[in-house]
C-alpha cells in the first residue's frame, strides 16, 4: 500500500480543521515555468478540475487603506467597480504583490480567502453556488483545497456577488 504524502499544515489548513469543515487537499508540483498571469487555469487543469470551479483569491486597497479579499473563478477578471460596490466602498484598486505577504501572510500564487493574518471582508463571485465544491489555495504553493462553496461563505462570513468583468 502506498503511503499517502504528509501534508505540512498551512494557516487554511488549521483553521479548517479547527472549525470542523470538511475539505479535500490536493498537491502539485510547481514549475518555475507555471504562467503568472494564468496561474489558477493550469493548476486546474493539473488537477483534472474544471477552472470555473477553481477560484482565486485577490486582495484589494479601500480608500481609507482598508482591505477587500475578493474570490473569482480562476479564468475570470475582478471588475473592480462591482467589487467596490458590493463591498460598500467608493471604490477599490488592487493591492500591491510587494504587500500582500506582510498584510496577509501569503505570497502570489498561494493566496487563501482563509488563515490570513487578519480576517478581512470577503466577496465570493456568485458563480460558486454552480458548483458542488469549488477550489481555492491551501495556502502554499503546490496545495490546492476543494470544498463547499456554502461553507466557505459562511466561515468566513462571506458575500456573493457579481464582480467578474463582462466578456
Same mark, same amino acid.
Given at each position: ?16 480543521? @479547527? *472549525? +470542523?469543515?470538511?475539505?479535500? !487537499?490536493?498537491?502539485?508540483?510547481? &514549475? ?53 460596490? @458590493? *463591498? +460598500?466602498?467608493?471604490?477599490? !484598486?488592487?493591492?500591491?504583490?510587494? &504587500? ?60 456573493? !456577488? ?6
Amino acid at each position: 500500500m502506498a503511503r499517502e504524502k504528509r501534508i505540512d499544515k498551512t494557516n487554511a489548513l488549521r483553521e479548517l480543521d @479547527a *472549525a +470542523g469543515i470538511a475539505y479535500t !487537499a490536493e498537491t502539485y508540483e510547481v &514549475d518555475d515555468d507555471m504562467p503568472g498571469r494564468d496561474y489558477g487555469i493550469h493548476v486546474a487543469e493539473l488537477l483534472g478540475h474544471d477552472p470555473d470551479s477553481s477560484f482565486k483569491t485577490l486582495v484589494t486597497v479601500t480608500p481609507s487603506g482598508g482591505h477587500v479579499v475578493c474570490c473569482i473563478p480562476s479564468a475570470a477578471e475582478l471588475d473592480l467597480k462591482k467589487a467596490a460596490a @458590493a *463591498a +460598500g466602498e467608493k471604490s477599490l !484598486a488592487m493591492m500591491h504583490v510587494r &504587500d500582500l505577504e506582510p498584510v496577509c501572510g501569503y505570497v502570489r500564487g498561494a493566496c487563501s480567502p482563509i488563515g490570513m493574518k487578519k480576517r478581512f471582508p470577503t466577496l465570493i463571485d456568485e458563480t460558486a453556488q454552480l458548483f458542488d465544491e469549488i477550489g481555492i489555495s491551501g495556502g502554499k504553493r503546490g496545495l490546492a483545497l476543494r470544498l463547499s462553496p456554502d461553507d466557505v461563505v459562511s466561515f468566513l462570513d462571506a458575500t456573493l !456577488a457579481d464582480i467578474c468583468r463582462e466578456g
